[in-house]
């Protein structure tokens, strides 16, 4: 008897690799980062300036490529996005200049600055109302995967190609993906040949009106205080994927295979994190139906069991209660992630790709200052661990902005005949 995947699943699992592909695109150089350091001679506030170059194209497209993806469908804008990722991360292998590594890293943040908003609104089609929380931390999941496998997956890609080569071999990974993407997805369940009727009954209902006018002012305010808690989100995580490898090689005195080894450890504490954080939010909103309960207290835990796990830092600096510490902190800090990326979902399901790109241009801001900011102290005081005390603020505030995001409220389109989607508790 002939095995047969569930379109609905071969979908998901389609998205949890875009995700993974995605983060070890963009993370690379944090690990090749020593290398292109020495040989092109940048400073840590100039590493700051490459860093951040992939988050302002990204921060742009968060809206406009929500936007696209709502406009167009997921199918051509997530398959143009992958060309345009791919390419350049090919052409980061090629570069040799700050000018020219700044302008291959804009046009990587450029590329995927439209994936996960539109993603979201791909899940918004093929996913169950009661298994947001669920797709949401498993694709996050495999993000943060990809973050724990590039240090050693880099590391060795640059002992077999060198850094450069390491940067090709990537790029050409990502147009596959892209290819087959096209080939098997459709914006339309209904429309895919592999589709049963059992699957299209547990999917939410579509609106009538396919490609609607975003009511921008209305939806920006209901949607500033999760863009708040998002950026108070990505400060922390922009540092960690940044700034980590680094922090070991330097501040240990570690070569580039062991800073690898030690970023990696703490990467896979997020790997779960994500996984777990949606898991435990869908559990909530299944036993209380209370959709403020189940993603709020979620966050809340994650932010201050992230604050609290990075605190011992402060204090202690021997290399192994460093890495436990940090591993706790991004552990906790993922559990944010499912729970907060169903709200637009949640809020906004007619502009769930606006909605969620919304949200997303918050983890994009800290993905410029955050970078930034950490080079520049690191240059002026030599101190690795003030970047973490300023991230500890950060998750102080973002705590308590939780407390303003309403998801429960549903978003309501006044003169639309729109009616929110009900969420199914089962």
């Known amino acids: 008897m002939r095995l047969r995947f569930k379109a609905t699943h071969v979908v998901l699992a389609m998205l949890c690799v ?33 860093f951040s170059a992939f988050a302002y194209p990204y921060l742009l497209f968060q809206v406009i490529g929500g936007w696209v993806g709502d406009r167009f469908g997921p199918r051509r804008t997530l398959f143009w996005c992958g060309m345009i990722w791919a390419a350049a991360t090919i052409m980061t292998g090629f570069v040799h200049g700050l000018v020219t590594l700044f302008i291959a890293r804009v046009a990587l943040g450029f590329g995927e600055g439209a994936t996960f908003p539109t993603a979201t609104r791909a899940m918004q089609y093929w996913t169950p109302a009661a298994g947001r929380g669920f797709a949401q931390g498993l694709t996050h999941a495999f993000a943060r995967l990809g973050n724990a496998i590039t240090p050693p997956l880099i590391a060795a890609l640059m002992y077999w190609f060198t850094w450069r080569g390491s ?48 009511p921008w002012g209305p939806l920006l305010r209901r949607m500033w205080p999760v863009t708040l808690t998002y950026f108070c989100y990505g400060w922390s995580l922009w540092l960690y994927l940044n700034w980590l490898p680094l922090f070991f090689k330097n501040n240990y005195s570690l070569d580039i295979k062991n800073s690898a080894l030690f970023a990696s450890g703490v990467f896979f504490a997020g790997v779960i994190g994500d996984s777990l954080g949606g898991i435990l939010s869908d559990r909530i909103l299944k036993k209380t139906g209370n ?21 011992p830092i402060l204090f202690i600096h021997d290399i192994t209660v460093v890495a436990l510490c940090l591993s706790g902190g991004f552990f906790f800090a993922e559990l944010v992630i499912g729970p907060i990326w169903s709200v637009p979902m949640d809020i906004a399901p007619k502009y769930s790709g606006t909605a ?31 970047p973490f005390l300023m991230s500890m603020g950060l998750l102080l505030l973002g705590g308590f902005s939780a407390f303003l995001m309403h998801p429960e409220e549903p978003f309501e389109d006044v003169g639309s005949p729109w009616v929110a989607e009900p969420v199914a508790v089962r």
């Open 18 to 50: 875009m995700y993974f592909i995605t983060y070890v695109d963009r993370v690379n150089i944090g690990t090749a980062a020593s290398e292109i350091q020495k040989e092109l001679g940048l400073s840590n506030t100039q590493l700051g300036l490459v």
């Open 167 to 214: 940067f090709v071999a990537l790029g050409l990974v990502s147009l596959i993906w892209g290819m087959i993407w096209v080939w098997y997805f459709r914006n339309e369940p209904k429309d895919h040949p592999a589709i049963t009727e059992a699957e299209l009954a547990t999917l939410p209902p579509r609106p009538s009106n396919l490609k609607p006018k975003v």
């Open 291 to 311: 959709v403020r309960l189940a993603r709020l207290s979620v966050v809340i835990l994650g932010f201050a069991g992230a604050l609290l796990s990075l605190f």
């Open 356 to 386: 969620a790109g919304l949200m997303n241009s918050g983890s994009a801001l800290a993905a410029i200052v955050s970078p930034l900011v950490a080079g520049y102290v690191i240059d002026v005081t030599g101190n690795w661990y003030l």
